[in-house]
């Protein structure tokens, strides 16, 4: 358990459904960034927040996704109107302030999205 | 941002050393090079960064040469837990995974 908590873990929506997911990052990370991953694939960048900023977002994010992190410290992303090629697993990361020479990411469990 | 290249699958068997080799022959002055590991359903898990030399932790070694155009990570003694994917990542504060290398460990 890194100290990343993602809910839900899974989800099963039905084609054209809204599906929201949450994540809650360490609590003194003011880092937090998105990414998906499709089987056999390494995660894909999606986004990422700097406090409550979003700082960028991956050409791969379209507009019916979209994401926030109100308070700079739990963020959600939402999807719209759910196509059958969102299926894939949402990871959310967070990461501190940087003290080192990079950021560390540390990793949530994931929350598996199933579009029927 | 530097491409990574590494074997797309490994095997090796219990106990011995597993070296696993990543080429980034384009990787700027300021980037640092990571490897992450991930098992099934799990999010990835950071294992060691270095920037050149040797970088030693608990866990594994990470050999870079001068050139740093690759990186070897190094996991002494594995077991089957050590099966998993494990990510080479070069760059700042962007990460980029490739699809990594899948090790399988067998008894």
């Known amino acids: 358990d890194t100290g990343v908590s993602q809910d839900p873990r899974h989800k099963i929506t039905k084609r054209g459904q809204n599906v929201t997911f949450r994540c809650d990052p360490i609590?003194?990370?003011?880092?937090l960034y998105w990414y998906r991953q499709t089987l056999g694939q390494g995660p894909e960048f999606l986004t990422y927040f700097q406090n409550e900023a979003q700082l960028e977002k991956s050409r791969l994010l379209s507009d019916r996704f979209s994401a926030e992190r109100p308070k700079g410290s739990f963020s959600t992303l939402e999807i719209q109107r759910t196509e059958q090629g969102d299926s894939a697993m949402y990871l959310c990361?967070?990461?501190?302030?940087?003290?080192?020479?990079?950021?560390?990411?540390?990793f949530g469990p994931g929350t598996r999205l199933t579009v029927t | 941002l530097a491409k990574t290249t590494q074997p797309i699958s490994m095997d090796s068997y219990e106990g011995q050393e597993v070296n696993i080799t990543c080429s980034h022959n384009?990787?700027?002055?300021?980037?640092?090079i990571t490897w992450y590991q991930q098992f099934p359903s799990q999010g990835p898990r950071f294992i060691i960064q270095g920037y050149k030399t040797k970088v030693t932790n608990e866990v594994a070694s990470l050999f870079i040469p001068a050139d740093r155009k690759s990186s070897t990570l190094s996991l002494p003694r594995v077991s089957l837990s050590d099966t998993a994917v494990y990510y080479c990542l070069v760059g700042d504060d962007k990460i980029i995974f490739g699809k990594g290398t899948r090790l399988h460990i067998l008894p």
């Open positions: 384009n990787i700027a002055t300021n980037d640092y």
């Open positions: 609590s003194e990370h003011n880092r």
């Open positions: 990361a967070s990461s501190p302030a940087r003290t080192g020479p990079t950021y560390e990411q540390y």
